[in-house]
T-cell receptor
Framework: QKEVEQDPGPLSVPEGAIVSLNCTYS??????FMWYRQYSRKGPELLMY????GNKEDGRFTAQVDKSSKYISLFIRDSQPSDSATYLC???????????FGTGTSLTVIP | KAGVTQTPRYLIKTRGQQVTLSCSPI?????VSWYQQTPGQGLQFLFE???????NKGNFPGRFSGRQFSNSRSEMNVSTLELGDSALYLC??????????????FGPGTRLTVL
């Protein structure tokens, strides 16, 4: 079993929709939870991260962590065509840069 | 500040050959990590170099090796290429912090195709 599981999609939504992206994990030692966005032919870029449980909001993006369920989510409000990309979740046990990545969810926002 | 650069961007090799990929990190970053990205497996960690020393290693065979130079530039080598080595190889640079989140900045990757 992989330590981080992510539904690969693909996910296709109309412009303006609310998008929900999710990951589950098995290692309760994970403390840092990150979301990366990867456009085609580019490397991943960090969108946001949270430490331990709770929510974090940044503009149209909200990250949620539920450690009791070992489940994390990324919500995108008012989705735009420019949000079309692959979204990867990543986790770390104790900081540093040893990250465990999900396989990524491909998102297409249709104008 | 310039980002992470990787060369070459695309490579085509045949089975049994070897290949060397190069990564130049962001100025001031001392840590370079390498990942293999494939559609089925996602990003898999290969190894990390910090101050010219391999600090962490993933579960890849010994055919995959790397090194880091005194200017923090890093190279990754794959010997005796197999068809399954076809992938996007990503390099990520970071300051090299421990005990707190050490944000990684990724390069655009090198697309390796093994025929």
């Amino acid at each position: 079993q992989k330590e981080v599981e992510q539904d690969p999609g693909p996910l296709s939504v109309p412009e303006g929709a609310i998008v929900s992206l999710n990951c589950t994990y098995s290692n309760s030692a994970f403390q840092y939870f990150m979301w990366y966005r990867q456009y085609s032919r580019k490397g991943p870029e960090l969108l946001m991260y949270t430490y331990s449980s709770g929510n974090k909001e940044d503009g149209r993006f909200t990250a949620q962590v539920d450690k009791s369920s070992k489940y994390i989510s990324l919500f995108i409000r008012d989705s735009q065509p420019s949000d079309s990309a692959t979204y990867l979740c990543a986790m770390s046990r104790q900081g540093g840069n040893q990250f465990y990545f999900g396989t990524g969810t491909s998102l297409t926002v249709i104008p | 500040k310039a980002g992470v650069t990787q060369t070459p961007r695309y490579l085509i090799k045949t089975r049994g050959q070897q290949v060397t990929l190069s990564c130049s990190p962001i100025s001031g970053h001392r840590s370079v990590s390498w990942y293999q990205q494939t559609p089925g497996q996602g990003l898999q960690f290969l190894f990390e170099y910090f101050s010219e020393t391999q600090r962490n290693k993933g579960n890849f065979p010994g055919r995959f090796s790397g090194r880091q130079f005194s200017n923090s530039r890093s190279e990754m080598n794959v010997s005796t290429l197999e068809l399954g080595d076809s992938a996007l190889y990503l390099c990520a640079s970071s300051v090299g912090l421990a005990g707190q989140l050490d944000t990684q900045y990724f390069g655009p990757g090198t697309r390796l195709t093994v025929l």
